[in-house]
Every structure is written in C-alpha cells, then in structure tokens.
C-alpha cells in the first residue's frame, strides 16, 4: 500500500474513509499524521510566543 500524502487532519481523513490496511502499514500512517499534528503545534505555540510582545 502506498503512503497517505496530504497535511495530518487530511491523512486522518483518507484513514478513516479508506479500507482497513495491515496493522504495520496503519500504525505508520497513524503515527506520521500524529507526529505531522505535533509539529504544526510547535509551530503554532513559536507564531504565539512571537506575537505575544504586541
């Protein structure tokens, strides 16, 4: 099967409407769209940090 493209909340999307994969392939496609959701988050929190001073 081939890797889920798109940001982490579209790659959680095509997991849920897609078929169910094996457990290795979903387990990999759950964590990178985590790990996608936890680095925007980082970014969020820098975005406020920066605009925090006006």
Known sequence: MD???GT???RLAQLRAGE???AAW???Q????L???EASEDQVQEYREAREDY
């Open 30 to 33: 759950l964590v990178a769209a």
């Open 8 to 10: 982490a909340t579209e």
């Open 3 to 5: 890797d889920l493209r």
């Open 26 to 28: 979903l387990h990999r």
């Open 20 to 22: 169910p994969g094996d």
């Open 35 to 37: 790990e996608g959701w």
